[in-house]
C-alpha cells in the first residue's frame, strides 16, 4: 500500500488486529520492508504489525531534502499520524535502531516499547566515515552490483553465507533495487549522524536488546553497552547470526520477540 506524507508516496504493509497494539518494524541500510516479511508473518495474529520502506528504499520516493536520520523520524511520526497510531512499539535493525534511538529521544510519549537489534548509539568514528567515504566513491566509480556484493560479505555470518542462499539473493536484490542516489544520499545522512548513548539512561519503556553473536559491523559488545545504559533492558545474543539477525536466525529472533511483546502485553 501507499501512502502520501510529507510530500512523498512511502510503500508500506499493515497487517494484523487494527485494535490490537501497533508494532513498527523500521529496515536497515540498504534495505527495504521485505526484510521483516517472516517479522509480520509471526506476528501478525497477536499484533497490528506494519513495515515500511524508508525514503529512497523500495518503491518510497525520495523527495527532495537533503536525507537525515532526523528527516527519517519526520517520515515516522507522520507514518503513524496517518495511520491513526498514537503510540507504538518500535522495531528497528542497523539503521531502523539509529531512526528508533533518535525518534525515542526526541518524542518519548509516542512509543510504548522498543526492540533494537544489531545496532548502536555510538555515532561514527573517523574510521568507519572514512568506510562510508570510500563506498560512496567505490559505489561511483563501480557501481551499485560490486558494493552488493562487497557488502554482503559483511552483513552475513560466515556460516550463513555458506547455507542461506535465499537470504543472500533477497538481500543482494533489495540493494541493487536501490538508486545510486539513494545510497549516496544515505551514507552521508549515516556518516554525519549523532550519538544517541548520552541519552540511554532516560529511557523508560521496556527495551529488547537483539544482536547475532557474528555481528561485525556493530558486534555484541555494542549491544552490551546499550543494555548497560538502558535500566531494565534485556538482552539477547543470537546464534548462527551476523547483522542481518533477524533474516539468518528467524526462529530464535522471533521467539525472543514475541516473548518479549508477550510479557509487556499489560503494558501496551
Not at 82 to 97: D, N, P, Q, R
Not at 197 to 222: F, N, Q, Y
Amino acid at each position: 500500500m501507499k501512502i502520501t506524507i510529507n510530500d512523498i508516496a512511502v510503500n508500506y504493509s499493515d497487517e494484523g488486529e487494527k485494535g490490537a497494539p501497533a508494532v513498527i518494524f523500521i529496515h536497515g541500510f540498504p534495505f527495504n520492508r521485505s526484510m521483516w516479511n517472516m517479522q509480520l508473518k509471526a506476528l501478525k495474529d497477536s499484533c497490528r504489525v506494519i513495515s515500511y520502506d524508508i525514503r529512497g528504499h523500495g518503491t518510497s520516493d525520495p523527495g527532495n531534502e537533503i536525507f537525515s536520520i532526523e528527516l527519517f523520524v519526520k517520515d515516522l511520526l507522520a507514518l503513524m499520524d496517518a495511520l491513526k497510531i498514537k503510540k507504538a512499539v518500535l522495531c528497528g535493525l542497523s539503521m531502523g535502531g539509529y531512526i528508533a534511538l533518535n525518534a525515542i529521544e526526541n518524542y518519548p510519549e509516542r512509543f510504548i516499547a522498543l526492540m533494537l537489534c544489531d545496532t548502536t548509539c555510538i555515532a561514527d568514528t573517523p574510521e568507519v566515515k572514512e568506510k562510508r567515504m570510500n563506498a560512496i566513491e567505490s559505489i561511483r566509480k563501480n557501481g551499485v552490483e560490486k558494493y552488493a556484493e562487497e557488502s554482503i560479505k559483511n552483513f552475513f555470518a560466515p556460516e550463513s553465507i555458506t547455507v542461506k542462499y535465499n537470504e543472500i539473493d533477497a538481500i543482494r536484490g533489495m540493494i541493487v533495487k536501490t538508486s545510486e542516489q539513494t545510497l549516496l544520499k544515505t551514507l552521508l545522512a549515516l556518516s554525519v549522524r549523532k550519538e544517541t548513548c548520552s541519552k540511554l539512561s532516560e529511557i523508560r519503556v521496556p527495551v529488547l536488546i537483539m544482536v547475532g553473536k557474528e555481528d561485525k559491523i556493530t558486534p555484541p559488545a555494542a549491544a552490551q553497552f546499550m543494555h548497560e545504559k538502558i535500566k531494565g533492558s534485556s538482552l539477547h545474543i543470537l546464534e548462527h547470526a551476523g547483522h542481518l539477525s533477524n533474516m539468518e536466525n528467524p526462529g530464535e529472533f522471533n521467539s525472543t520477540l514475541m516473548t518479549f511483546i508477550g510479557s509487556k502485553r499489560n503494558d501496551l
